[in-house]
């Protein structure tokens, strides 16, 4: 959506300048995000990458009169940002006033930028497109994009409450968060209303995944559970959970191997895996972990596997949960299969918890 060629060819040499910056921000990895390399409060890029040294970078605008915080990982007040005012948003260099009439119907125009509201099902009514960006944004989490206003609008959650469960993708009909009508991200990947543990099930065919931006710095602690059941129809490496990404190595890691599923933990302390067989293929299988601070419990099927001693807070890093594909180790570790019944609870489930998810997919939702 250029306006003029003077402005398509400066966004031609941005967008070179972009591909180098993500290229030495991000080396091997792919995605990440980035504060804007202008120094502009506002701002922000995105680096998408195809594991092979090429980059796509975005520079993407915080909606007013957010700015960008880079702690966070996330458009935020400037009285959150120190150093930082709205005043970014004054000076508009791209995007002159669009002539009457030329806004489409899922579109809106507001200080200088035409927002395109993004209606698939997976944004949810939270995110939209600014300008010509082929990326998109999306509201604060909490916050639905109004049209009427051109902005994200409703109460902001800064944080999630304390030893409840945070996330439950049930996948029974979409990819929304049961819990807190939050839909997931995804890429090629299908919901099978009829091929669940219970219920339907997410489906990746290899190629596919889907991500959950609002983990992205997320503070983990001392205290969560973590389970899925997955199934996978391969026995090469594929990754099941993983909160990396570019230049982030992940602190929760869930992935298959030959047969085996690893389940790894990076706290302050260092890193500790559990490994376990029974990702034999075609089956569904349920695995699950604990961290309460001090150990670090896998169970497989509903029964303890290993613990292991774990001391400090899960670190947190600024990267989406990815669910279906790995870290680029091999390069994507796509997952073959399907996963079901996706929970994290900030509590500590015990060993009869665990039965229970299993056995009747009963997940306590408070802490004891
Ligand atoms: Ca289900």
């Known amino acids: ?108 125009f507001k200080n200088g930028r035409t927002y395109t509201f993004d209606d698939s099902v997976d944004s949810g009514g939270t995110c939209y497109y ?15 994009f109004d049209l009427e206003e051109c902005a994200c609008l409703g109460e902001m959650i800064a944080e999630r409450p304390n030893c409840e469960c945070v996330a439950w993708f049930t996948f029974d009909t979409n990819f929304e968060d049961s819990l807190f009508d939050i839909f997931s991200g995804r890429k090629r990947a299908t919901i099978d209303e009829n091929e669940g543990q219970f219920g339907g099930s997410a489906v990746f065919s290899g190629e596919g995944h889907m ?12 205290r969560i559970s973590v389970a899925l059941w997955f199934r996978t129809s391969t026995t090469t490496v594929q990754g099941l959970l993983t909160n990396g990404c570019c230049n982030q190595p992940p602190t929760v890691e869930i992935r298959c191997d030959s047969g085996s599923v690893t389940i790894t933990l990076d706290v302050m302390a260092g890193a500790k895996s559990i490994t376990f067989s029974g990702a034999s293929p075609d089956s569904w299988q349920h695995v699950a972990f604990t961290y309460d601070g001090q150990s670090f419990t896998a169970y497989h099927n509903g029964n303890v596997v290993e613990t292991l001693p774990l001391r ?53 939702t408070v802490d004891n």
């Open 130 to 144: 600014v300008d010509n960006e082929i990326m998109k944004n999306c509201c604060p989490f909490g916050q639905m």
């Open 1 to 108: 959506m250029c306006y003029n060629v003077t402005i398509c060819k400066v966004y031609s040499q941005v967008n070179i300048f972009r591909k180098e910056f993500c290229r030495l921000q991000c080396g091997n990895q792919r995605h990440g995000i980035f504060p804007d390399p202008t120094g502009s409060c506002c701002h922000y890029v995105t680096c998408h990458g195809n594991g092979f040294g090429f980059f796509v970078g975005e520079r993407q605008a915080c909606m007013e009169p957010l700015v960008w915080n880079p702690v966070a990982g996330a458009c935020d007040y400037a009285s959150d940002v120190p150093g930082c005012d709205s005043s970014c948003h004054e000076f508009i260099d791209v995007a002159p006033l669009p002539t009457a009439g030329t806004l489409l119907t899922d579109q809106c």
């Open 211 to 222: 991500f959950i931006p609002y983990f992205n710095n997320f503070y983990f602690g001392e």
């Open 312 to 364: 400090g807070p899960i670190l947190t890093n600024k990267c989406d949960v990815t669910i279906g594909r790995g870290r680029d180790d091999p390069p994507g570790s796509f997952l073959e299969g399907a996963v079901d019944e996706f929970v994290v609870c900030q509590s500590v489930w015990s060993e009869s918890d665990i039965l229970g998810i299993f056995q009747s997919n009963d997940v306590p």
